[in-house]
């Protein structure tokens, strides 16, 4: 069995559940904190800006929650995702690893975001809201959202990070397929935009200034609700689907994964394939090696702080507990623009911190090499993000060349990059470089992370 390329699932093995991996784990995370009082947030003060069924899923202490219905009914368009075997790439690589990847490129946005957009969307639809306001890096999450949006009736508001709205347009143009309303961020539509603007008026913009002006839209209008793509528990319980898949799937093969690697800018992705295995190597049946990978330009686990901090650049959300390389701080514009955010997913820090997963950085032009070697062996051209993973990947089973050790990893490939051909054009042109980042940068935006005294 294990050398078919393609590991399917019947629909009918669709999982039927979101797992939540908190209960299981030998402490909780520290909770979010008002920013104002430093005391934890209550559902009440999160209710302008979530529906209340996602809020009680922020917080929940079951380690199960139900799919809802015309959820799953959603998912099926593209869910359960293959699971593949990379004999190929085995072969050019001339490993004795055996490499598996779970490829979420098959979704109507191309990436895993769908997983968590459609049930945010049909929460926020059962609230009686009429619009979603959100922000968008790479436009992977805007895609996402604008479809989740359609299926259900909704209004969708994007900021798109200026550097991706003018360097992907055609990312704008499916939001817009889709029915979303995009805008260039910073934009003069809100007060922390226009802030940015007065000293710099075409700034690249950040996740963390987009995400301010989408949150503050939000804030001021009874119809309309907010929704982040990445981060927070809800987010990272969603995403579980991919995992509880892929754990069916390598039971029908009869193999079990040694290392899991997947790319963080927020931890979803990562959560979603690692959790369900997480819970298994807790309860002590698999012991995988489970390890994060970011770009080192935006290294928020390898050189970030674990401090409380802001999730957006104006200070407008509460305080998470998170590795984070200050709420101010702008990364080079690299092409994964999934992935540069200041701040890590405060159950994924903790999880860290816990000692129960590993992170390293690679650098962009590793990430591409991997990725063409990856393109011409698998077929599959990979968005700038998963890169990373597969970057990782093959570390590994090139060192496995070495040792001649009959490893098994496990990959996320989160999305295609069918969108991110100009990255690709720079690195075969030759224009694409690797910024050293010295520590100086990295030290400056953290003298002004918020101070809270616990
Ligand atoms: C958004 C995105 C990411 C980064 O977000 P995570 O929450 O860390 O998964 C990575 N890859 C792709 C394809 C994305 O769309």
Redesign the pocket.
Known sequence: MADQHKILLDESELPTRWYNVIPDLPSPPPPPLHPGTLQPVGPDDLAPLFPMDLIMQEVTQDSYVDIPDEVLDVYRLWRPSPLFRAHRLEKALGTPARLYYKYEGGSPAG???PNTAVPQAFYNKKSGVTKITTETG?G??GTALAFACAVYGLDCEVWQVGASYDGKPYRRSVMEVFGATVHRSPSDLTESGRKILADDDHHPGSLGIAISEAVEAAAGSETSHYAL??VLNHVLLHQTVIGEEALLQFAKVGDTPDLIVG????????AGLSFPFLREKLAGRIDPVIRAVEPASCPSLTRGTYAYDFGDTAGLTPLLKMHTLGHDFIPDPIHAG??RYHGMSPLISHIYELGLMEAISVPQLECFDAAITFARAEGIVP?P??THAIAACIREALACKESGEEKVILTAL??HGHFDMAAYDAYLGGTMVDEDVPDSRFAEPLTRLPQVDL
Do not use: M, R, V
């Open positions: 990436s895993h975001k790479a992977q999450w793509g990445s790319c963080t800018g927020g931890g979803s992705n990562f999934g992935l968005a993000e998963p989160c999305g």
